[in-house]
């Protein structure tokens, strides 16, 4: 008895199904119908009433020419007896009436309805639908202008009004039988549905059974159903369906598995590094803080999670306003040092980059700040820079008692002498030979110091790099020839002029020419090549002598330092001083029997 209620429970259930889908489908046809019909009578009676109202533009354009309102009023009465014309309205070329079937006494006024104006304001065919209030019935106001074909120009307007009451009559006549031969297609339907009801319901209740164990999960469900029919189908398709769902499954939790493991990775990264990173979305709100980043900005607790970086870093803070400026511009800031204090510790100093965060259609969707805290480093590198005072002081000390000591041990040795040998003729004319010497090498070389310490006192002008190349090798050329070694000169022409000092240049320039002929003892070749590139001037002095190791090539610009017997180690200090305070520099490449190159480059700008 309890399956025999279920059974018409889903027969009933079918049945209802079956009637619900006849009443939409009916609903929809009657619809679409509807509306097409409608829509076809429409848009024939708007290809009716343009072609009325081209009509009428057509023979009333020369009387809009010519102001001749009674031929107009004449072709407005003729036309306006068509059928289902309402009205015929000609509109001058001011817009005003010049004929109005049935309304003579419109002629000359301004019609002030919202449609009229819309007519006048057209630059071609307009179509309105509009509810005429005369005869209280719905209207299509097919508005043409008339255009003057030489000159393009608006003469005038003709307007048509077409009723829809014959319209909407047949909607409504042709709606009716839909409705009739709906409702006698539903009566057959649900007959139809009672009858196959017994048939489907049965199976589809098994399909139902496993459709639900499939919701809870349960995909290893199979259905054996044996109609020959759709439902069959259904049941092998529901099959197939379910094997391919289990193994999707199986691959997205798979998959779902793998993207976690990623997330992890990923957080454990950023929980790992020493860099702060920080992202915030366009409004400016942070989202997302690593580790590092809570710990070197004082972030506690996630309360910070939401709130605007304005909130948290106002002005005139730092951070704040490299935010704002990243935010503002539209532009990524790279490793800006910025110094910032946080409570009542000491300054931190901080490096900081921003970058915008791009989705797969490349727009910009927030905003990653990176930031380091190089307090330990800076500290770090003042500490290495004192120590790297200290030492080239050591040296620069070293150096400077070296030089000293030679010249004051000769003087010493004569004046202690001087009292026994006073009336030596022969010692008195060596002393007065030695002791001035050795008192001049000591001031020679506290001048070259002294020039390397303190400004030196250049006169700028334009100067020819080339001119000042073939001079000095004109000067020395001899003296090189007699060391058995090549002069090699190329200036690539025309060379740009620099703003420099001619003769301190020249000076650092013979340095370098005479530390390449001191480290070619055997004689040689030395090349000078002049070339310009871009805004500066390239020069390389190239020698064949014996090269440096890299220790010498490290310091040898430093003072004092020289790998010679004689010699004050000032000379090529000297030399880097004076490129630089030309704005340019100098640097040495070398190797170990290989020869030596001094490139310097010089601005021209």
Known sequence: MGGS????????????????????????????????????????????????????????????????????????????????????????????????????????TYLADSWNKRALAASGPIVQNLFWEETGEPVLDIAVPVLFTEEQQRWGTIRVGLSLAPMYQQVRQTKTALLQIGAVALFLGIVGAYALSARITGPLAKVVEATIAAARGQLDHSLDIRTGDEVEELARNFNIMSRELALQRRHLEQRLEEILELMRYNEMILASMSNGVLALDLAGRVVSANNAAETILALKGGAWQGLNYKELWPEPNPLGRILAQSMQTQKAVRNEEIFLARGGEKQRTLMISTSFLRDARDAVVGMLLVFNDVTEVKEMEARMRQADRLAALGVLSAGLAHEIRNPLSAIKTFVQLLPRKVSNTAFLQKFQVTVPRELNRINGLIENLLELARPAKMEFVQVSPGAVLRQLTELYRDELENAGIELLLDIEEPLPEVWADSDHLQRAFANLLKNAKESMTAGGRLSIACQPCDNEIHIQFTDTGEGMDRETADNIFNPFFTTKKKGTGLGLAITHKIIQEHGGSIEAQTASGKGTTFNVVLPTS
């Open 5 to 108: 209620v279920r059974r018409m429970s889903l027969k009933l259930r079918f049945m209802a199904a079956v009637a619900v889908l006849l009443l939409v489908l009916m609903a929809t046809i009657v619809f679409l119908v509807d509306r097409r019909f409608a829509s076809t009578i429409q848009r024939e009676m708007r290809d009716r009433g343009l072609a009325v109202a081209q009509s009428i533009a057509a023979v009333s354009t020369n009387a809009l020419l010519t102001y001749n309102y009674v031929a107009l009023e004449q072709n407005a009465e003729q036309a306006s007896r068509g059928r289902d014309i309402v009205y015929v309205i000609i509109l001058d070329k001011e817009g005003r009436v010049a004929a109005f079937s049935g309304h003579d006494n419109r002629q000359g």
